[in-house]
């Protein structure tokens, strides 16, 4: 039995796009990639000159139905051998020039590819690692059923007010003991209504999230809400 099989309820069905979000998703990917290429090629050439090893970070992540999918990100860190699945603020294995296009979420641009390819979709939850998935709660093992997304309520909603700390002394068990529940309840909120109209707000709100002021980010994501200690978890990893 494979990690996905685990995870995945075979008499579930999986929740596709709808046909306006499938035509938005290769829309806005194609439109995209031939808008940034210059900035692609610039944030390549950086990665490269910068620290040993490939352009691209390619890893294995858990897909719509709990089929599996190769994803890609522009490789923000040194090369290992090991550590946790996810990444705290302070990682040593960052690089500099890793630590600047996660901050800006440039990390995040050739998934624009997977969204063309069909693997993702341009907003919901974001797609997890087999190893994590098979680890998840049970009652939140329902969020494999959604193609995952490059940007969701999740992104724009916690970001700011949920990062790992450094100082954890298991990540990945508190990741999926506090987290895990947080994002799914509320990537649902999405999700239980994922019109075309909403998905395009989601887009725009993503756009200004990135591109405004903090103070003046949607939803109130600058703003620093309760959540449980210790603090700062990184989402989206």
Request: overall charge positive; proline content about 11%.
């Amino acid at each position: 039995m494979t990690a996905v099989d685990t995870v995945w309820q075979p008499s579930e069905v999986p929740v596709r796009p709808s046909s306006g979000r499938r035509t938005l998703d290769i829309l806005v990917s194609v439109t995209a990639l031939l808008v940034t290429l210059p900035l692609l090629l610039a944030v390549a050439g950086a990665v490269r000159a910068t620290s040993r090893g490939p352009v691209l970070f390619r890893q294995v992540r858990v897909g719509e139905g709990g089929r599996v999918f190769t994803l890609y990100k522009f490789r923000s860190m040194r090369m290992s051998t090991g550590g946790p699945d996810v990444t705290a603020r302070g990682d040593p294995r960052i690089t500099a020039v890793g630590r600047f296009i996660r901050s800006t979420s440039l990390d995040e641009l050739p998934q624009l590819l997977n969204i063309l390819l069909g693997h993702m979709t341009l907003v919901g939850p974001r797609p997890e690692s087999p190893g994590l998935a098979e680890r998840y709660p049970p009652d939140c093992r329902w969020i494999f059923a959604h193609r995952p997304g490059l940007t969701g309520p999740v992104q724009i909603r916690l970001r700011d007010n949920v990062t790992l700390p450094e100082d954890v002394p298991d990540p990945e068990s508190y990741y999926l003991s506090i987290l895990v529940p947080l994002r799914v309840s509320t990537d649902k909120k999405f999700l239980d209504r994922p019109t075309l109209g909403r998905t395009v707000l989601f887009i725009l709100a993503t756009a200004w999230y990135l591109l405004a002021p903090k103070s003046y980010r949607p939803f109130g994501a600058h703003r620093k809400k309760p959540v449980p200690e210790p603090e700062r978890l990184r989402v989206g990893h």
